[in-house]
């Protein structure tokens, strides 16, 4: 296992924004515990731009990682719980508390090397989850076989899978998908850790990992 996170910074990480495009969402990383954890946090609003909307926070400049011999990302939470890989829940459950917001774990391996260029849109591998409300630390794993290619909010299905030796960064993301009236308003995930991890999913709790989730529809990711 190798720690990416902590330790925390907050020029580590900047906002994106539908404000971009004239939206309203807000979204920001906030460095807590001295570095030892971070939340992220907004205000979702679609409203503004019609039924699009999304918030995100992404990793400064352009990383180097490579995650040869990893098989996915192992990520801890502070008070709340992941819809995938839950041992005690089934397919079915509700999650509680009635938080039923829609994350997404964006990773690029294609940044232009032009600094100003770096907002052009490139393909992003997503992994889309579903937390519940917990008291508890959880622990979750994110397989790097289940991130899927999007280009500007659409599928890819001819892309190339993930390179693992050649990711450059990260965001953390939550958006509207073009309906979802749980997405809007207030939203709060507070990340204790990310690490690589050679830990591979529980083939129990595969449905966990398939949020259900309609296509998104154009330009709102292509800040991403």
Known sequence: MAPLFPPWRNDGWIPQNDSLRGGSSTGALTVISGGRSAVFSGVLDSRTLGGAGFASVRTTGIESWDWSGENGLEIKLNGVCFSVYGKNRTANSEPAGG??????????????????????????????????????????????????????????PDAPPLDIKNVKRMSFMTRSFFGKPEQEGKFRLEIASVSTTSKEGNKD???WEKVDVPEAKGWWCSLM
């Open 99 to 156: 938080n039923k917001k829609v994350f997404t774990l964006v990773l690029k391996t294609d940044i232009p090397d032009d600094p100003n260029e770096n907002e052009k849109s490139t393909i992003s591998y997503e992994y889309n989850f579903s937390p519940f409300q917990n008291d508890d630390e959880t622990t979750i794993i994110a397989p790097f076989s289940s991130f899927k290619p999007f280009y500007r909010g659409r599928p890819v």
């Open 205 to 207: 709790d595969e449905e």
